[in-house]
């Protein structure tokens, strides 16, 4: 019989999110049986089996029959329940907590599930134990917020969750390293598996030509992007040469923000916000673009990053996180110590006034490595490599 490998996700992978699809897809191909438990779901979603966890009412009367469909749905897995239960409680969980885990987690108790597998570490949290309660084996993806922000907000979160995780995922280095930061112990079984992309046929060039360079960003408008620290190098920038024009894609809680810096340092002529935009539309705009821009204070890896590599464009990313694994500095793009405006506008006066040929010779050697080290078959490889081990 195949394994079964049980994936834990908020909602099913957008048609954009190629990371999950991609290894689904691979998983499939290589004989194992694919299952994802949500909370969120999809009708759209077809790759493979759905399972959408249990709602949370509030109203009283829904909520009431839910419960009575769990508990009478979870009746031929008593075991596995009272198996649970009792590791919750040797954990010193109260009971009312237990019995509110039993409920949120009643779907995965009934898996058979070989592996399951939190794509995100928050993921995990409330339901630390379940993977011992079913016999199987339990996996955790270390992803740039879970690992980066939420334990400095929640300290010592994960405890349980290094206690009982079988092989831990990290999506570069610096993720790895955070995980060891913040408790994960050293000698841990893990594997580093980086985001992947599709790879892009591209025949642009760069030629010597006096029009505005196009300059962009993807990425959610939040105080970790760094937006503020581009806005002040771009400043600095027109004053010795206002050719430019910078667009950011994205949304978020730092809009208001981010336009009144653009009005306070006079760019409203030369940045516009397109807001959210859907993938085909994204890529289009990375497309016409030459330079492409990511000064975060810190990623855990950057798909972005590595789809504008694909793509060809010139790539300037700060040192934050595990931006330097993306980027090959002085051959592959530019690496910029963070939150240092007048280095990163440098740097953007620098590649902007760079002759053509030494222009393509960096898009030429960004669009190999991706070829090399990061496509979607070589992630998807990985990933079988991953469960087998």
Same mark, same amino acid.
């Given at each position: ?27 499939? %191909? ?5 299952? !994802? ?49 009792? !590791? ?139 937006? #503020?620290?581009? !806005? ?9 040469? #206002? ?12 809009? %208001? ?15 516009? !916000? ?51 694994? #993306? ?36 898009? %030429? ?25």
């Amino acid at each position: 019989m195949s394994k079964h490998i049980a994936l834990i996700l908020s909602q099913p992978p957008g048609y954009s999110e190629t990371f999950f699809r991609s290894k689904i897809k691979g998983l499939q %191909e290589a004989g194992y049986r694919v299952s !994802l438990f949500v909370y969120r779901g999809d009708a759209e979603f077809t790759d493979c089996a759905v399972f959408p966890m249990p709602k949370v009412f509030t109203n009283p009367f829904r909520h009431f029959f839910a419960t009575l469909g769990v508990v009478l749905g979870l009746l031929p897995y008593l075991k596995r329940v009272t198996r649970y239960m009792k !590791l919750e409680r040797d954990a010193g969980r109260e009971l009312k907590q237990v019995l509110k885990y039993v409920y949120i987690n009643a779907k995965v108790l009934k898996s058979d599930a070989d592996w399951l597998h939190f794509g995100f570490a928050t993921l995990a949290l409330q339901s630390e134990h379940v993977a011992k309660a079913i016999h199987a084996k339990m996996a955790v993806s270390l992803r740039g917020f879970d690992i980066d922000v939420y334990p400095m907000k929640h300290p010592n979160c994960y405890a349980r969750l290094w206690q009982n995780v079988d092989k831990v995922h990290a999506i570069s280095k610096h993720t790895l390293q955070q995980g060891h930061y913040y408790g994960l112990p050293k000698n841990s079984p893990f594997q580093i598996i980086t985001p992947a992309v599709k790879l892009v046929n591209t025949e642009r060039t760069y030629k010597n030509r006096q029009k505005a360079v196009k300059i962009i960003t993807v990425g959610r408008l939040h105080w970790m992007k760094g937006y #503020n620290d581009i !806005l002040e190098a771009l400043a600095i920038v027109k004053q010795y040469n #206002n050719n430019f024009h910078y667009q950011i894609i994205g949304r978020g809680p730092e809009e %208001e923000a981010i336009k009144f810096a653009i009005h306070q340092l006079g760019l409203q002529e030369h940045v516009t !916000l397109l807001g959210k935009q859907p993938h085909e539309a994204v890529i289009k705009h990375v497309e016409k673009a030459e330079l492409y821009i990511q000064y975060s204070h810190s990623e855990g890896f950057c798909n972005a990053v590595l789809e504008a590599q694909a793509m060809g464009k010139l790539c300037i990313v700060s040192d934050g996180g595990g931006l330097p694994e #993306n980027i090959v500095h002085g051959e592959t793009g530019w690496v910029v110590p963070k939150r240092q405006p007048k280095r990163l506008a440098k740097t953007l006066e620098t590649v902007i006034t760079l002759d053509a040929t030494i222009k393509n010779q960096f898009s %030429e050697r960004a669009k190999a490595r991706v070829k090399q080290h990061f496509t979607l078959k070589q992630q998807q490889a990985k990933f079988v490599g991953f469960y087998n081990d």
